[in-house]
């Protein structure tokens, strides 16, 4: 059983910073791309940014220069730091990983619960 669990979320004022964390935990082989995503109330579930398991990234164009991804390997963890943050950022963000639970297996996609970002004064 592979979960994802997110940490980190909360209400920040315009301007603020906060940093979420995402743990893989269970039978897990090898863990190839992590993403975070995010989902406003009415609004499609976007991508926020990706790492690949060698360290490339992507940003959306609405979060560069504001937001990082990192991850550490040896801990399963991808991390997001948000820094500069504006009431537009406020949404569910979800943490993903594409994974492999056994060697020759298919990779698949999981997703974690969610955890809440919450940008006001």
């Known amino acids: 059983q592979v979960r994802l669990v997110e940490s980190g979320g909360g209400l920040v004022h315009p301007g603020g910073s906060l940093r979420l964390s995402c743990a893989a935990s269970?039978?897990?082989?090898?863990?190839?791309?992590m993403a975070w995503y995010r989902q406003a109330p009415g609004k499609e579930r976007e991508l926020v940014a990706r790492i690949t398991s060698s360290g490339s990234t992507n940003h959306a164009d609405s979060v560069k220069g504001r937001f990082t991804i990192a991850r550490d390997n040896a801990k399963n963890t991808v991390y997001l730091h948000m820094n500069s943050l504006k009431p537009e950022d406020t949404a569910v963000y979800y943490c993903?990983?594409?994974?492999?639970?056994?060697?020759?297996?298919?990779?698949?996609?999981?997703w974690g619960q969610g955890t809440q970002v919450t940008v006001s004064s």
């Open positions: 269970g039978r897990i082989f090898s863990v190839n791309a």
């Open positions: 993903n990983a594409d994974l492999r639970v056994s060697f020759g297996t298919s990779s698949r996609n999981y």
